[in-house]
């Protein structure tokens, strides 16, 4: 758009001589050929095309000199095509045109001078709006960039939290069990002992109410602790540990894990022992070189799928221990799997309804 708004001062300026000029159909043809030209020029860009029609108008210079009056306009392309042979054959004919002209020649060399300065500065600032443009974009993809980074560091900012509490919670579970565990099953069985030696009829009434207290501590105690224990388990880093044997063996292990965290501790059970077999059966059984695992949560259900690429599935005992288990394991969740061996492959897929609240 500033290259049209840069010709049409040069063209009027041109068509000013042109009136002080006789009116004869040559300059009428220089002006539209010159039109034609730069029309075709511009539309063109850079290259042989535009070199030729371009030199083809400087060579009819040379012919009709009257061609010299629109020589600007021509300039102003030949400059920013980066032509610069032309703009010295085009001297030549200015030169060539000197006893054609007589008032008009020094305005047309302004007019020439002109383009020139036109064309530079419409360079500068499109060379400027191009840079600007690509800072623009490059800042742009950059926020974009720390913003996903950002969100990643948050994610296991996050994660390394949960884990680290999840940690505390089984070192406090354990501590539970060991110590104060430990102590509470010593005191029962001294109340026990106590109970058993006394002759004391209102003794034994107020140690049967203290060996009832301590069995009360000692069943809200294991309470505590399985329900610590239960929520230390964390499914997404089981299920990684549970696949490291495979990576180990130089095996390509794919998996995708989409689920939320208040998934059952049942199902997670359930889950991490059915992985477990899975890769167990993988390394005897299988022939593979890729292992995908994917357990996803969908509005109503939880899916899990084990699959392998192995030649030797076919030869694979459903009826093994290892998938028995898993059976059993699923119909105990009320739960569906579907076991799938060929040629193509291994593959467990399992389905196990979410509860209805």
């Known amino acids: 758009m500033r290259k049209i708004i840069d010709k049409i001062p040069l063209i009027f300026c041109c068509c000013m001589l042109l009136n002080i000029k006789e009116n004869n159909a040559v300059y009428i043809a ?12 511009q539309a063109m860009g850079r290259g042989a095309v535009s070199f030729i029609i371009e030199a083809m108008y400087i060579i ?15 300039t102003y392309d030949i400059i920013d095509h980066r032509h610069y ?6 001297a030549a004919a200015l030169v060539n045109a000197f006893y054609s002209f007589t008032m008009g020649y020094f305005l047309i060399i302004g007019l020439i001078i002109l383009a020139a300065v036109l064309q530079w500065r419409t360079s500068v600032l499109e060379k400027m709006e191009r840079e600007l443009i690509s800072t623009r974009d490059t800042s742009t993809e950059m926020n974009n960039l720390l913003t996903e980074k950002n ?21 406090i579970a354990r501590e539970i069990h060991d110590n104060v565990g430990h102590l509470l099953s010593r005191s029962i069985l001294q109340t026990g002992a106590l109970q058993y030696i006394n002759d004391d009829k209102m003794r034994n009434e107020a140690l049967e109410g203290l060996s ?5 501590a000692m069943t809200s105690i294991r309470q505590s602790v399985h329900d610590l224990h239960d929520d230390s388990i964390d499914l997404r ?24 965290d208040n998934i059952p501790n049942n199902v997670k059970f359930c ?13 005897k059984h299988s022939s593979c070189d890729k292992v995908g695992i994917v ?8 899916q899990l799928m084990i699959e392998d690429n192995g030649k030797n599935s076919g030869k694979i005992n459903k009826s093994g221990i290892g998938l028995s288990n898993m059976r059993d394991r699923i119909n105990e969740l009320n739960g569906v799997i579907q076991i799938d061996s060929g040629e193509n492959g291994f593959r467990i897929f399992i389905s196990v309804r979410k509860e209805q609240k």
């Not at 009832?212 to 009360?216: I, M, Q, R």
């Not at 357990?295 to 939880?302: G, I």
């Open 30 to 41: 220089a002006f539209l050929s010159a039109a034609a030209v730069s029309s075709l020029s």
């Open 60 to 74: 009819t210079c040379f012919v009709f000199p009257e061609f010299i009056l629109f020589l600007p306009l021509i």
């Open 212 to 216: 009832e207290t301590l069995g009360n």
């Open 85 to 90: 042979f032309l703009c010295a054959v085009g």
């Open 271 to 283: 889950f991490i022992s059915i992985v477990k077999e899975g890769v167990a059966n993988i390394i």
């Open 151 to 171: 969100r990643h560091l948050r994610e296991n900012q996050d994660y390394e939290i949960h884990l680290a509490t999840l940690k505390e919670r089984n070192r």
């Open 295 to 302: 357990l996803r949560e969908h509005p109503a259900l939880y």
């Open 237 to 260: 880093q089981a299920v990684s540990n549970a696949v490291k044997p495979l990576a180990e063996r130089g095996l390509i292990v794919d998996t995708e894990l989409d689920f939320s």
